[in-house]
């Protein structure tokens, strides 16, 4: 344990400098690129979640007093099948894709090959600080990279038990884990990568990016921002409710990019979605949530002043209709609602990310989509109906990153994963997580045959005329073109 702790403090720039010309080295044996050293660490890495499955959920209840059941399902289980998803796939994905060729480069061949990057950055983030970290290596693996990841400070037990299981598990010479904070991340900022991936927030984002660009580095930013949930009058109050509780406070107590930020919902219907929520909270998290062993805490005594502010703001705690109950000792505060927040407040202009749902209130649902387009694009985006012209609406008129008709889940590997303007950049999840690890190759293949003398000085009237009935492609324009040029 000594050592761990002195090595946390030497680690510097020059250490970074070192950890990325090793990885550079190995890369450059090209034993990464192989596909046996690809199915392998795969292979381990699911190894290891079944052999550590108890460490791991342990290491996340320490972190974040989170639920044997969501680190087992939303954490784990999730990795695992992103895994199984890569071994099964990867060969494919590995292949080749054949393109079509033109008239131009007549006769040829063309091929789009897929290559690893090289060596790869992966700053991970606090509040699923297993998935989060692992889920981006995954694809970076498959595609053949070399790999360092960063997890969070914040998630302290997490972050020292992925030091010590990648280091057990998986290649050392090639997949490394560096630990710390601030001062260990500007470290690896200043070296050069050959992609960065990052998790987090927006203020951060910006000084990655600023890093990243020293070096024409291209980045993933993987950020958040407010989630709308749009809630109409037709529609199974009960089961829409059960999902809009499991994708806020089922999901790490409301600390996840994509958790529900805010209800926009008519005057005439709040009454009734609040009595719904009242329900059913207390069906799933009793009378006293405080004491409920299936909420998370919050993650820290920081986070839990910043979210008592948004509360507290006088224009707000009027606002509170349910919950709102706090335990600062323990780092607790109860599922809370509250009805017709101004949009002025703290809480309507943030991010939320924790256990607080303000409910917007207007006149008709189709006003939501103004609300929605009137701030910062989401990462996603709810909306619970029974209306196809409504559904269709939705989907032509908000941008987000991801939208979601009658659920609040993202849990599908066949969809990319990722933000567009404030909520982030690139995607990944299955096939897109290989992608943003690969590089697209454009491959051309010729012989040498039938030699285009038309291409090669002098320029003629004639060679002109061919030239232009080549690359529009037109047959007729060609066999014009010759019968010009037999004329002249």
């Known amino acids: 344990m000594t050592s761990e702790v002195e090595n946390k403090r030497v680690f510097c720039t020059e250490s970074a400098k070192e950890l990325v010309k090793e990885l550079r080295a190995s890369f450059a044996t090209g034993k990464t690129k192989s596909y046996e050293w690809r199915l392998t660490q795969l292979n381990a890495m699911v190894k290891m979640m079944e052999e550590k499955e108890p460490q791991i959920v342990a290491a996340l209840h320490d972190d974040l007093s989170k639920p044997e059941l969501e680190s087992s399902i939303y954490e784990i289980a999730m990795l695992k099948n992103s895994c199984r998803l890569a071994v099964k796939n990867m060969k494919h994905w590995m292949m080749p894709e054949k393109a079509k060729t033109s008239l131009v480069t007549f006769p040829s061949s063309a091929e789009i090959v897929s290559e690893p990057l090289g060596v790869v950055l992966v700053i991970s983030a606090w509040n699923y600080p297993f998935l989060l970290s692992l889920d981006p290596i995954v694809g970076a693996i498959a595609a053949g990279n070399a790999i360092v990841l960063k997890p969070s400070e914040i998630a302290p037990a997490t972050s020292l038990l992925l030091a010590r299981l990648v280091a057990e598990y998986l290649d050392s010479s090639c997949i490394k884990v560096v630990e710390g904070a601030v001062p260990e991340t500007a470290a690896l900022l200043e070296q050069k990568w050959d992609k960065i991936l990052y998790t987090g927030n927006g203020r951060v984002a910006r000084i990655v990016m600023a890093a990243a660009a020293k070096h024409l580095t ?91 502010k948004l509360l507290d703001e006088d224009k707000v705690s009027s606002k509170i209709v349910h919950g709102g109950e706090r335990d600062k000792e323990n780092l607790k505060i109860t599922p809370t609602i509250l009805l017709d927040v101004p949009r002025d407040s703290l809480i309507m202009n943030e991010e939320i990310f924790g256990p607080l749902l303000p409910v917007f209130l207007v006149d008709k649902v189709e006003d939501s989509f103004d609300v929605i387009n009137s701030g910062t694009k989401p990462l996603a985006a709810y909306l619970f109906t029974n209306k196809k012209k409504l559904k269709e609406k939705f989907v032509a008129t908000v941008s987000a990153g991801a939208l979601v008709i009658n659920d609040t889940t993202l849990a599908e590997p066949t969809l990319p994963f990722g933000g567009v303007g404030d909520s982030g950049m690139g995607a990944y999840h299955g096939k897109f997580s290989f992608d943003a690890f690969s590089h697209k190759k454009a491959v051309l293949y010729r012989g040498f045959a039938c030699d285009a003398f038309v291409r090669y000085p002098p320029y003629t009237r004639g060679k002109l005329g061919l030239l232009r009935a080549l690359f529009d492609g037109s047959i007729l324009g060609i066999i014009r073109a010759l019968l010009g040029w037999s004329k002249a």
């Open 218 to 308: 291209p980045v993933v930013m993987e950020l958040g921002g407010k989630c709308p949930v749009i809630v109409d009058s037709d529609i199974n109050l009960q089961v829409a409710t059960r999902r809009i509780i499991a994708g806020k406070w089922g999901c790490n107590n409301g600390q996840a990019c994509i958790s529900p930020d805010y209800i926009i919902t008519m005057k005439d219907y709040a009454q009734k979605l609040i009595d719904s929520f009242k329900c059913e909270l207390e069906r799933f998290y009793g009378k006293n949530p405080l004491e409920s062993k299936d909420l998370s805490r919050i993650v820290n005594s920081n986070h839990f002043a910043r979210l008592s």
